[in-house]
């Protein structure tokens, strides 16, 4: 039966403006150089020949936007001697609503500089991240069913694994983004490896962080403490370049922390650090020492102060705030300890 004119107008209109996304990201990639690239210039681009089959792998499979990304700028995704693409559906892209720039971000997101099938990754331990084309940021396999061979990136389910598999780039289709992009705020917030994970760099290389930072995360967003756990996670990038030496760390947690108290980020990330300190203590270790010891916190040069049991509030006392919950999480790289208050930032050096 014959389309009708309403129908066929929309499908006109609905293949203009897909066009328009895929010739303005093209755009935006020709006039800006990449600033997130880390491939050495001598490294050799993939073929022409590899990218148009790619593509039409990707465009009988139905993920026609990515194919026609694909095909257009392959440079986008294939900057590197070896790719895996995860690649989105058609319904996902096309409601994203994201500027050129963004989308683009959002596209090397789903790209890594390695070659993996989904039996690489099902063999993988869960936690397992890769690296990818944007800001060295990763993915992480969150995670993965062996008995039905499919794995989970980023809590998004792999729904067409092995779509393309030739020389060194291989494709797999997934259900949705791995990250949502604001379009007030260039930034994906990435999962990040603990010390219990691996990272899959040269596919099989291993980076370690000294502290199970992931894990101090879910189990304090697990158990109630959702602000200090967003607070933690957001300013994470910057306690991981300087984890100042600390093997474990002791976090203080109050019951709440006003995120919204704290701009820019440097000050909510100076409020953080102030409740970690770069070694684990005990509520024990805690109370045997004498009052006014200084506990060095991940603040350089900023202490907190055992002030010590005071007679009108019961229970140990840091800085003036009462440790309410002691040892409430512990393992052998970090403890916990609940606080009826968070410390306060007139206690910070330069807070303003």
């Not at 219990?196 to 596919?203: E, G, I, N, R, Y």
């Amino acid at each position: 039966m014959a389309s009708s004119p309403y129908c066929t107008r929309w499908l006109a209109i609905a293949y203009f403006t897909m066009a328009a996304i895929l010739a303005l990201v093209a755009i935006s990639m020709t006039i800006r150089s990449d600033p997130d690239a880390e491939t050495p210039q001598s490294s050799k681009p993939i073929s022409h020949v590899l990218s148009l089959s790619s593509s039409r792998t990707l465009r009988t499979s139905g993920f026609t936007i990515m194919a026609a990304l694909l095909q257009i700028s392959p440079e986008l995704f294939l900057s590197s001697p070896n790719s895996t693409i995860f690649a989105i559906q058609d319904s996902q892209i096309s409601n994203a609503s994201l500027p050129p720039h963004l989308l683009r971000n959002l596209l090397r997101y789903h790209t890594s500089p390695v070659r993996v099938s989904i039996e690489d990754l099902i063999d993988k331990p869960q936690g397992t991240c890769l690296p990818t084309l944007y800001r060295k940021k990763s993915v992480a396999i969150t995670k993965i069913d062996r008995k039905e061979r499919t794995v989970q990136i980023n809590h998004v389910w792999v729904s067409h694994p092995n779509l393309f598999l030739e020389g060194p780039v291989s494709i797999h289709g997934v259900l949705g983004p791995f990250a949502a992009l604001d379009p007030t705020d260039d930034v994906i917030q990435a999962p990040v490896c603990d010390s219990s994970s691996t990272m899959v760099s040269d596919f099989g290389g291993l980076k370690k962080h000294n502290v199970e930072w992931s894990r101090i995360i879910r189990t304090l967003s697990s158990n109630g403490f959702v602000s200090f756990a967003i607070g933690l996670h957001s300013v994470l990038d910057g306690i991981l370049e300087d984890e100042r030496g600390a093997s474990s760390v002791t976090i203080f947690v109050p019951p709440r922390l006003e995120l919204e108290a704290y701009h820019p980020q440097s000050l909510l990330e100076k409020i953080v650090r102030f409740h970690i300190l770069p070694q684990r203590l005990t509520h024990s270790e805690l109370s045997s020492l004498p009052a006014r010891t200084l506990l060095r916190t991940m603040v350089h040069g900023q202490p907190l102060e055992v002030t010590g049991v005071m007679s009108f509030m019961p229970g140990l006392v840091i800085n003036g705030v009462r440790i309410v919950a002691p040892d409430i999480y512990s393992s052998k790289k970090f403890i916990v300890h609940g606080i009826s208050r968070a410390f306060e930032e007139s206690d910070l050096p330069s807070a303003q």
